[in-house]
C-alpha cells in the first residue's frame, strides 16, 4: 500500500540525531527504515509522486536519494551512496553515484501483502 511519507508508513529512523531531510513530495510503501543523516529530495522542483521508494526499503547511514527516482521493494542503499537513477527491486547499491553491487536472490524483499492489500512496484514491472 503506498502512502505520501508523511502518514503512518511503518517509517523508522535510527540515530536521530543524525539529522534527516525527507521531502514532502515522497511516496514510500510501507517498513521504510533510514539510519539517520538521510536525504531524500529533487535534483530539480518535482511533483509528488516522483520520488517512489518500495516497500522494505533499507538506507544506510547518510545516503541520499535525489529524485525523480524509483526505488524497488527491498532494496538497500549502501551509506553515503547518492541515488540518482532507478534501483531495481532487492538491489543494494554503494557509492557516488550509487551502482548496484548486487542483488538479493531470495524473496525477502516482497512485501507481506493480504489478499486485499494492492502492492504497486515503483518500477513499472
Known amino acids: 500500500m503506498w502512502r505520501p511519507i508523511g502518514e503512518a508508513c511503518g517509517l523508522k529512523i535510527l540515530h536521530t540525531a543524525l539529522g534527516t531531510v525527507v521531502s514532502g513530495k515522497t511516496i514510500a510503501g510501507e517498513r521504510l527504515t533510514l539510519t539517520g543523516g538521510n536525504l531524500i529530495g529533487g535534483r530539480k522542483p518535482i511533483t509528488e509522486g516522483e520520488i517512489l521508494?518500495?516497500?522494505?526499503?533499507?538506507?544506510?547511514?547518510?545516503?541520499?536519494?535525489?529524485?525523480?527516482?524509483?526505488?524497488?521493494?527491498?532494496?538497500?542503499?549502501?551509506?553515503?551512496?547518492?541515488?540518482?537513477?532507478?534501483?531495481?527491486?532487492?538491489?543494494?547499491?554503494?557509492?557516488?553515484?550509487?551502482?548496484?553491487?548486487?542483488?538479493?536472490?531470495?524473496?525477502?524483499?516482497?512485501?507481506?501483502a493480504s489478499p486485499r492489500q494492492q502492492t504497486i512496484d515503483p518500477t513499472g514491472e
Open 53 to 112: 521508494i518500495g516497500s522494505n526499503v533499507y538506507l544506510g547511514a547518510n545516503a541520499i536519494v535525489l529524485g525523480p527516482v524509483k526505488v524497488g521493494n527491498g532494496a538497500q542503499i549502501g551509506a553515503g551512496a547518492v541515488v540518482i537513477s532507478d534501483v531495481r527491486p532487492g538491489a543494494i547499491v554503494v557509492g557516488v553515484p550509487a551502482r548496484e553491487l548486487r542483488s538479493q536472490t531470495t524473496q525477502d524483499h516482497l512485501p507481506l
